[in-house]
């Protein structure tokens, strides 16, 4: 790899994961670790805007199953300002139409030489399989509606920087949490880094079962609302689901979406937040979704400095690892 | 006149109440008598710290011919069979085309006899083609020598449908076997519904799903007077349900996989298709539901499920790879393993719930060692220790979670008719 700017520092030795999978399974110091970097990363370039070299002669492939624009497009950017190269595949649906399996696909595209695949799929879990099966990093960039790990570190990255830290925050996910994989790696990170978290929707979309992680659960927005600190509202997943959980948009609405006069009832400092693409009108009204509350732009240049720390430290244990096993 | 004597075995035979060490004299392909003495002249196998059991029976088994060879064949199914100590199966239709038709039973006894492996007894279609639509021409069918109806993959989702079938298997009696599940709970599903398919974002099969049609059947049997035989039962409800029936004096029967005994839901943390089968892994309590239910005798039945699927098509998407794994093989260790040595059940109850109860079902002359009896013996070694290593399996298709598993017991010699027809390499 080549030389580290001063400003990012050495590699650092207590990062050992060579693949980003999933929330769950990281420690709070992983999670503080990657955050510190997206920040260090983010400012060595000027905002995400300028490059450095880090990532020289490193080839990133972009492998997504599913219809994709802001992510693949942020993952494409975050290794480019790294100076890395991109190669796209994309495929709609499953590689099944083509009768290839997902894995031929991965082994197929890993021959060409590249170093890190982002992944994205329908199904849960294909990434882990992925990794299981591949010699090179694979970052999650999204498994149905499993974990989508650099969401929910920009969307933290992004209540960090406004708030200066997570601990003793109530941060309320709000809409369709069962389909959500946002919701999910929101739901781990949070937690480990000491917030409150609240999830939010109609009964049919939001499981009690939550409860046994430590997780409020609230059916009325308008109750819990005066207590939040943040708000990240979700998207409803219409194509995930085979029967309506509502009875209409308009009473989804009705009950959920955050408008002028929710936000009058909340607390002066509250962040709006939403991990996008946003329905206006059902989750967040206009003037909302642009007004002083919202960090929703700021999420989007966060998305870039988790992913150049993402695949900058999960190269760095992937060489690493290659160096060791050679000794 | 061929002879053969297996001497000092420890003979259990639930049919006759039988568990002693003795000698068992088989001749001609039939069952002659027991304590004989060991010098009768005979061929002999020394069976001294063994079990001598009826020839095991696997009343639930996918054995993929015809359709899809590159699964499973009927030589090699019944080959895994034999390995795993099972001198009978019955075959379940879901092939392509499904077995529906005197013709495709015709077809399947052929097989079995070119194969010359083990047994092997037809399970039919209750509806035509599988649809659900109309009932196959189960007359024909018992003529042909089905032992029993079943739409297994499919249930039987029409009431209507399903009464009729009750109605008209009572001029043969004949059980129908269902798989107990209502499809619009559990569409895009490929788990169990619980905490741990919330955590990983799949789709879940919820309990209830199998609660409500064993309900339903059992409301239909005891409306018809039919026989209903809950296939691979997998919850704690569907259990009970089938308890209280019983009590009740409902014709009502059923069985249990290996795997719903042994596994639950968290294995679906590794995202491995060959944790995905239909009844799903389920939570602890269910586990438990079934061993209590192996233990009072509300489940009658240990079946495999045996369900062969090439490997290209489990390496798929966990979605898009098919349900199910391979049983044959295993189950008897699992048995072992999982029940009778922990004492969960003891020997006699294990071989009853293998031999007698489902040749009882089915209606066929098996699973018994009374004299005059068609020899088939499985005679198993309740001991060795062993790792599985499924490339060493004779089924074609090498699904199994237990790859690796250190398993206790297996089938060291299996006869059919009199023939030696596996013997365990040592």
């Known amino acids: 790899m080549s030389t580290t700017p001063d400003s990012i520092g050495k590699f650092p030795p207590n990062w050992t994961r060579r693949h980003l999978l999933d929330l769950e399974s990281l420690s709070a110091e992983e999670i503080q670790l990657v955050l510190d970097y997206a920040s260090r990363f983010k400012e060595a370039t000027g905002g995400c805007r300028t490059k450095l070299s880090v990532l020289a002669g490193k080839t990133v492939a972009n492998l997504f199953f599913e219809n994709s624009t802001r992510t693949r497009t942020s993952f494409s950017l975050a290794a480019r300002r790294l100076g890395g190269d991109t190669v796209d595949f994309s495929s709609s649906g499953s590689s099944l139409s083509k009768g290839e399996t997902f894995i031929d696909t991965a082994r197929t595209i890993q021959a060409m030489g590249i170093d890190l695949v982002v992944v994205r799929h329908p199904t849960p879990g294909t990434p882990t399989l992925l990794a299981q099966n591949l010699e090179v990093s694979v970052i999650n960039g999204g498994d149905g509606a499993h974990e989508h790990p650099t969401q929910g570190l920009l969307d933290i990255l992004s209540i960090r920087e406004r708030r200066g830290t997570i601990a003793g925050l109530t941060v309320a996910m709000v809409g369709d949490i069962a389909h959500s994989r946002t919701a999910r790696s929101n739901i781990w990170g949070l937690k480990k880094l000491g917030a409150h978290v609240i999830l939010c929707g109609p009964s049919t979309l939001v499981s009690k079962d939550w409860e046994q992680f430590g997780v409020e659960v609230a059916y009325s927005l308008d109750d819990i609302l005066p207590r939040c600190d943040v708000l990240n509202l979700l998207r409803i997943q219409f194509e995930r689901q085979y029967t309506r959980p509502f009875p209409s948009v308009r009473e989804y609405a009705l009950l959920y979406a955050m408008n002028r006069e929710r936000l009058s009832r909340a607390k002066d400092d509250i962040l709006i937040m939403a991990p996008g693409p946003i329905n206006r009108g059902v989750e967040v009204t206009p003037d909302v979704a642009d007004g002083p509350h919202s960090v929703i732009l700021e999420q989007v240049t966060n998305g870039l400095a988790i992913r150049m720390a993402a695949l900058w430290l999960c190269l760095g244990a992937n060489a690493k690892a290659a160096t060791e096993s050679q000794r | ?426």
């Open chain 2, 1 to 426: 006149m061929s002879r053969l004597l297996i001497k000092n075995g420890r003979v259990i035979d639930p049919s006759q109440k039988l568990d002693r060490i003795t000698n068992l004299l088989i001749e001609d392909g039939r069952i002659v008598g027991l304590d004989v003495p060991g010098d009768s002249g005979a061929e002999c196998i020394d069976a001294t710290g063994k079990i001598v059991s009826p020839g095991l029976i696997d009343m639930h088994v996918h054995l993929r011919e015809p359709g899809r060879e590159e699964d499973e064949t009927i030589a090699t199914g019944t080959a895994s069979a034999l390995a795993g100590g099972f001198t009978s199966i019955a075959c379940i239709p879901n092939t392509e085309p499904p077995i529906d038709t005197q013709g495709t039973v015709e077809f399947i006894h052929h097989q079995a006899a070119r194969a010359d492996n083990c047994n092997v007894y037809v399970v039919a279609c209750v509806s035509k083609n599988r649809e659900g639509k109309e009932l196959a021409e189960l007359g024909q069918l018992v003529k042909a020598g089905a032992v029993a109806f079943s739409d297994d993959g499919a249930p039987v989702f029409d009431a209507e449908l399903m009464r009729r079938a009750f109605e008209y298997c009572l001029m043969f009696d004949k059980p129908i076997l269902n798989h107990c599940e209502v499809r619009e709970l559990t569409r895009g599903a490929v788990m169990h519904e619980g905490t741990v398919s919330m955590v990983l974002g799949l789709a879940g099969m919820p309990s209830a799903a199998e609660d409500v049609m064993t309900s339903r059947d059992i409301a239909l049997a005891a409306a018809t007077g039919g026989r209903i035989h809950i296939m691979h039962v997998s919850t704690s409800g569907s259990v009970d349900l089938i308890r209280r029936a019983k009590t009740r004096g409902v014709r009502v029967t059923t069985e249990v996989c290996p795997h719903h005994f042994t596994l639950t839901d968290e294995c679906l943390r590794s995202f491995d298709s060959n944790y995905k089968m239909s009844p799903p892994l389920r939570s602890q309590q269910d586990v438990d539901a079934c061993i209590a239910g192996l233990q009072d005798g509300t489940i009658d039945v240990i079946c495999t499920d045996h369900a062969p699927h090439a490997l290209e098509k489990k390496m798929r998407e966990l979605d898009q790879a098919p349900f199910g794994i391979v049983g044959l093989e295993t189950c008897l260790p699992l048995v072992v393993t999982q029940l009778i040595q922990p004492g969960i059940l003891d020997w006699p109850t294990a071989i009853e719930k293998l031999t007698i109860n489902p040749a009882r079902i089915l209606g066929i002359p098996k699973g018994t060692l009374q004299v005059g009896a068609d020899a088939d013996v499985t005679i198993i070694d309740p001991d060795v220790e062993w790792t599985l290593d499924p490339q060493k399996m004779r089924s074609l298709s090498k699904n199994t979670p237990f790859g690796g598993w250190k398993l206790r017991g297996a089938a060291d010699t299996v006869i059919v008719g009199g023939r030696v027809k596996f013997k365990r390499a040592v």
